[in-house]
């Protein structure tokens, strides 16, 4: 297999430079947690009728959509982050990454320890009130379901619905708005794990580019933007990620350690960006 550490330290040294990167995840985070692709050839929508997760499906046969979902998504929640999603956690911690876009419903860069995370499809790990919008622990939701009762809200009695997107819906306006407000804002954009295959997300890294950020796009198999990345690898990202991640502390240590050995004052736990 090609080295990947040269591409990795590459990698790692724009993320050292940049003053404003923002992460944007797909499908391909997770899939060495277990969790398959939607779309691609073991993808969920080839064993599943998708008109199924229509919201309008939902709402004519809310109960039998629950149980749709508890047999498909029930399962999530005893999956664990891989070391891709820890990877792209410590980055943030480090200063390195400033917030992470995904189109995840794992709630897995949570689980990882990632703070900033503008979830674009919602997250499977919680239900929301159709009538307030309180959102709730699935755990109850999916309790009642198997039991054969209809989720309700304890505030307002209004029915829950899984907290994600359902086919039909409109994506989360708050959520949109402030990815496009990162991606405008960001100085290297990177794609982990997309194909950049749904709208609007794959919007996201173009928008980022017509603002002079870099892109740099890691995925197993073409994306739709490979042509206007500055940047493409093709390798797994749960392997090319912990990569980038060792090197990175490695350039912030060593820089910390010259500073301090240049007598310079030691401005925050990891020296230079990290005090930022
Ligand atoms: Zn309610």
Request: glycine share 8%; hydrophobic share 40%.
């Amino acid at each position: 297999m090609e080295d990947l550490r040269p591409l990795a330290k590459r990698v790692a040294e724009e993320l050292v430079s940049s003053e404003f990167a923002v992460v944007l995840t797909g499908a391909g985070v997770s899939t060495a947690s277990g969790i398959p692709d939607f779309r691609g050839p073991q993808g969920l929508w080839r064993v599943v009728d998708p008109s199924l997760f229509e919201i309008t499906y939902f709402y004519r046969n809310p109960l039998e959509s629950w149980r749709l979902f508890a047999a498909r998504f029930g399962s999530l929640r005893e999956v664990k982050p891989n070391p891709a999603h820890l990877a792209i956690a410590r980055l943030e911690q480090m200063g390195l990454i400033k917030a992470v876009i995904t189109q995840n419903i794992d709630g897995l860069h949570q689980a990882a320890g990632s703070r900033r995370v503008i979830e674009l499809h919602g997250n499977a790990r919680y239900a929301v009130c159709t009538e307030c919008g309180r959102k709730y622990p699935i755990e109850d939701a999916l309790k009642a379901v198997s039991e054969g009762r209809l989720p309700t809200c304890p505030v307002c009695g209004g029915l829950l619905k899984p907290d994600v997107i359902y086919f039909g819906e409109p994506l989360p306006p708050d959520a949109l708005q402030e990815a496009f407000t990162l991606a405008e804002g960001s100085d290297l954009f990177m794609v982990v794990g997309s194909s950049l295959a749904v709208s609007p997300a794959n919007q996201l890294p173009v928008v980022a580019k017509s603002r002079r950020a870099k892109l740099i796009i890691v995925n197993v198999g073409e994306t739709m933007l490979d042509d206007i990345a500055d940047l493409k690898v093709e390798a797994p990202v749960e392997r090319f990620m912990p990569m980038v991640c060792a090197i990175a502390e490695d350039m912030l240590s060593s820089r910390s350690e010259c500073r301090s050995s240049a007598g310079l004052t030691y401005s925050g736990p990891l020296g230079g960006r990290g005090a930022r």
